[in-house]
């Protein structure tokens, strides 16, 4: 579309003199709403409406919150189990990891008690080697 030339397009009155500037400001409506600032050029503001949230049956509420709640009591009843599950599983463990620890608590002391036995009874040897060699002049 090519634009009518400036010189061929009818003239349009855009200043007529006789027409008054001061008009007087309309008055604006008066309403109940604070949310108005009283300025005359502004729109009073309404609340939004929303057309998705339409209105819910009482009884298709009760029946979600029901569905709901019974989601999750079978849940809470999952991790109920759950837990159990994993607590036997801990104390399994634990249990024998004791087991493990008492076995070679066990085992180090009774080799700590070899080896004493083993240095008391090489002293003894030892002490009764000297008498020996004492009493009957061996060593010496």
Known sequence: MVPIPVWERPEVKTFNPEDKTDAPVPEP????????????????????????AGKKNKAQLDKAWKAREDRRKRDEAVKKIEKEIKDDKEAEAERKKQITKERREREAEKKRLEEMAARMSAKKLQ???????????VNG
């Open 127 to 137: 002490r009764m080697k000297k008498r020996m060699g004492r009493s009957k002049k």
């Open 29 to 52: 409506e008066q309403s109940a709403s604070t949310n108005v600032s009283g300025r005359w050029w502004k729109a009073e503001k309404k609340p939004t409406v929303r057309a998705q």
